[in-house]
């Protein structure tokens, strides 16, 4: 197999990660050609000890930053060149060897580029394009601007432009033998969008968030000791920003502190990562500083431990109430699980979060005030203890990635 995601592990980030666990267990050789990010040491540890990862020869070209320039639009001239050239480069490099089969991700989307050209001119070479989040017609792209600076719309603009462009999306769903999606909410929203939708579902595949049973970083979240503070610590680890609002968590946070004597005594909510100028706003007009508490961006490391010693855990999922059907699915929700802590799950029914919380026995979901806050009280007398099986988490447990293979 030739793969082309643009990024790979050990660079850490969801995508990459998500890459190599939807390959990991195929029995095939697979060369990977991508650009060159920032190795995480804890997950080079974690591929060392890995058998799975001995399959994959990779080689590097550009680096990352400078290709890929989503935390650097300074650099946007470079990466409009480097990326041409990976698109480039990647037809030279499969056509050095004999490959049945490649691979290419959602993100970066010039990955599904270099995949159309190289399908294009080798029509044999059945093609499996991987996606995350939906492109076309995303509701991020669609996000109010009106209160932003001309420099931030400007930015944002040509960042939608270069970074998430609908053609990376059309050019896969059209044209790749394969398509394989993380929900059937976000295979949906992606496919009903195109007139021949039967048609790409039967070319489709559900290979789900799964976490690694052999890898420290997930086994150490196993098992995990309950705890019991006086006062319940409730974690949010994550931005907050665009279409993650909290605008009802908060009101009904603010309400709650009103009609509950010592709220804070009971319970505080602890938000780590961005969140944005107006709800923070919102905080101090309501009062709330001292039982919802905001921290900066911490390590994947310390954000286990963090998880690890809360009493609950918060998600705040993307909602749009009017949609058929919500497509995002935050990648926590598998470590969410393992932990088997109370959630409170910020989210609407049409969401991937709220049908799988749900399927594991949860019901202190919702995104209305009223359902919020009794989703709160409930979670403050809570002492039960969560007990399901993870086996549908299980990576091990998906072997066969290719359709009809």
Request: hydrophobic share 35%; proline share 5%.
């Amino acid at each position: 197999m030739f793969v082309v995601p643009g990024s790979f592990v050990p660079y850490n980030d969801t995508v990459t990660i998500l890459s190599y666990k939807r390959l990991r267990n195929l029995d095939l050789d697979m060369d990977v050609f991508c650009f060159k990010g920032k190795e995480d040491p804890s997950l080079l540890k974690e591929l060392e000890k890995d058998e799975n990862f001995k399959q994959f020869n990779i080689k590097y070209t550009s680096d990352l930053d400078w290709s890929i320039p989503r935390n650097y639009p300074l650099r946007l001239p470079v990466s409009l060149f480097l990326m041409n050239k990976y698109v480039y480069d990647s037809l030279k490099e499969f056509e050095k060897g004999k490959y049945q089969y490649l691979f290419t991700s959602i993100v970066p989307g010039i990955s599904h580029i270099a995949g159309y050209k190289i399908k294009k001119k080798h029509p044999e070479v059945r093609w499996i394009a991987s996606f995350s989040d939906p492109f076309k017609g995303s509701p991020y792209k669609k996000a109010d601007l009106s209160d932003r600076s001309i420099f931030y719309k400007i930015a944002f603009n040509v960042g939608a432009f270069f970074l998430y462009n609908n053609r990376y999306e059309e050019v896969a769903v059209n044209h790749a033998d394969e398509l394989v999606f993380i929900c059937e909410e976000q295979r949906d929203f992606t496919l009903k969008q195109y007139p021949n939708y039967e048609e790409l579902v039967k070319k489709s595949v559900i290979y789900p968030l799964t976490y690694i049973p052999e890898w420290k970083m997930y086994s150490d979240l196993i098992d995990v000791p309950k705890v019991h503070h006086q006062t319940k610590q409730a974690v949010h680890l994550g931005r907050l920003y665009g279409l993650r609002r909290i605008d009802s968590f908060l009101e009904a946070l603010k309400e709650l502190k009103e009609e509950v004597k010592d709220l804070k005594g009971m319970i505080v909510f602890h938000q780590y990562s961005e969140i944005q100028a107006p709800d923070v706003k919102k905080i101090k007009e309501y009062g709330l500083e001292d039982v919802f508490v905001l921290h900066d961006k911490v390590t994947y490391k310390e954000s286990v431990q963090i998880m690890k010693d809360a009493d609950i855990l918060v998600l705040f999922d993307t909602l749009m109430p009017r949609a058929e059907s919500q497509p995002y699915l935050p990648s926590k929700i598998v470590e969410y699980l393992m932990l088997k802590k109370p959630i409170l799950g910020v989210c609407d029914p049409n969401s991937p979060s709220y049908r799988i919380l749900k399927e594991y026995g949860f019901d202190t979901v919702g995104s209305e005030k009223e359902m919020i806050k009794k989703n709160i009280r409930s979670l403050i007398l809570d002492q039960s203890v969560s007990d399901y099986s993870l086996e549908k988490l299980n990576n091990d447990n998906y072997n066969n990635l290719l359709v009809g293979q």
